[in-house]
Nanobody, 127 residues
Framework: QVQLVESGGGSVQPGGSLRLSCAAS????????MGWFRQAPGKEREGVAT???????TYADSVKGRFTISQDNVKNTLYLQMNSLKPDDTGMYYC?????????????????????WGQGTQVTVSS
């Protein structure tokens, strides 16, 4: 049974930083995709950043240069370092995982749809 547990959300002022963590367990395939997604109130869920088992990454245009996705394979933990936060970054952030291919879409595709999801952690950026 795959479990993804996020932590690290909170409230921060614009320009501040947060680091999200996702503790993963139960996923046994050596090839995988993991990522961070977010959903703001009244908006559709969107991909923020993904990383495949080779360590290749992709980012939404809105976070490029500000966010960094990384993983610690020893601790089975996924991270999202978020710097220079903006009010538009406010939302529920979800950790997700799955096989490298979701139907016709590879892990790094904007249309990739993971199989497993965490419960989410709230990020609020406000002055």
């Amino acid at each position: 049974q795959v479990q993804l547990v996020e932590s690290g959300g909170g409230s921060v002022q614009p320009g501040g930083s947060l680091r999200l963590s996702c503790a993963a367990s139960g996923y046994t395939d050596s090839s995988y995709c993991m990522g961070w997604f977010r959903q703001a109130p009244g908006k559709e869920r969107e991909g923020v950043a993904t990383i495949d088992s080779d360590g290749d990454t992709t980012y939404a245009d809105s976070v490029k240069g500000r966010f960094t996705i990384s993983q610690d394979n020893v601790k089975n933990t996924l991270y999202l370092q978020m710097n220079s936060l903006k009010p538009d970054d406010t939302g529920m952030y979800y950790c997700a995982a799955g096989p490298v291919w979701s139907g016709d879409y590879y892990c790094l595709s904007p249309r990739y749809n993971p199989d497993y999801w965490g419960q989410g952690t709230q990020v609020t950026v406000s002055s």
